[in-house]
């Protein structure tokens, strides 16, 4: 974790861009948290927690699988 001001940010965003793949950068303004800049890379598992739920309770999906297959 690294924390930067703005103004910072502002004057070198290329070198914190490219520092971003390998820690998450926190921004501040007038002393105070403004945002985090983090790596594009989705959560997996965050991503499946957001897909429970879509599915109705009727779907079998071992037959959707073997439907898919043949």
Known sequence: MRQISLAE????TGKYVSMVGTQD???????R???????AKP????AAKALFGLLN???DLDAEREERLS
Do not use: H, M, P
Request: aromatic share 4%; hydrophobic share 45%.
């Open 25 to 31: 950068i926190f921004i501040t303004q007038n002393g």
């Open 9 to 12: 940010l502002k004057a070198n």
């Open 33 to 39: 948290l403004l945002a985090r800049l983090t790596t």
């Open 43 to 46: 959560d997996k598992v965050e």
């Open 57 to 59: 309770d009727s779907v």
